[in-house]
């Protein structure tokens, strides 16, 4: 008899909590216009976290820096150019440094706030959605070996000296279990998978 009284007591508390884990499921829904704007600005953030990884970096090595127009495809941009005579150490490190700032944030978020998606939080929302778009797409031009030269995936291709496309698979793994943790937030594989993929890049700047 008390086992069974046990047994019931504990079915009535496990049961809430999978319900709440039920609600919590889907995605959570901007409600007001704020939210939209809270997200664009976690997305301008994204963006200017990545552009100061590289500047930091830069002057950390000694480098006076130009911003100079450059291309993608039809696509105009910019690039932060540093000058001069930048070794293979130096073009790995501050091509990567703004994927490394992103992958700082991203970790960030996901291990503070794992339930993201089931909750508003509009604005971290946009710094990791930035963070994850423009790695697939810097993936993505690694992969067709385009771009200018001054792009990251470019310079990070010709400090390691390997391909594009090895460059591209580096961006993209991360970005694919980010956003597989996105979804599936009790993961126990992904956060480290993801953190092994991100420490690599990191390592490869202290091989040379």
């Excluded at 959570?28 to 704007?37: E, G, L, T, W």
């Excluded at 105009?76 to 700032?101: D, H, K, Y």
């Amino acid at each position: 008899m008390r086992r069974a009284l046990a047994f019931v007591i504990l079915m009535q508390l496990a049961t809430p909590a999978r319900a709440d884990e039920t609600l919590q499921s889907p995605e959570a829904d901007f409600r007001h216009v704020a939210d939209y704007a809270w997200f664009a600005l976690g997305a301008a953030s994204a963006f200017v976290g990545h552009e100061f990884g590289h500047i930091v970096t830069d002057f950390a090595f000694g480098k006076q820096i130009q911003f100079v127009p450059t291309k993608t495809g039809p696509f105009p941009f910019f690039a932060i150019q540093p000058c001069c005579n930048l070794t293979r150490q130096q073009e790995w490190v501050i091509g990567s440094a703004g994927f490394m700032a992103q992958d700082v944030s991203s970790e960030l978020i996901l291990w503070l706030a794992p339930r993201l998606r089931s909750q508003r939080h509009a604005f971290l929302k946009g710094v990791l959605i930035f963070d994850i778009g423009l790695s697939i797409g810097y993936a993505i031009t690694g992969f067709g070996n385009i771009g200018p030269a001054q792009s990251d995936v470019q310079t990070m291709a010709r400090g390691a000296g390997i391909q594009p496309w090895q460059v591209g698979v580096m961006l993209l793994v991360p970005a694919l279990v980010d956003t597989y943790r996105y979804f599936v937030p009790r993961s126990v594989w992904a956060p480290w998978v993801s953190i092994q993929s991100k420490v690599l890049m990191l390592g490869i700047g202290f091989t040379f």
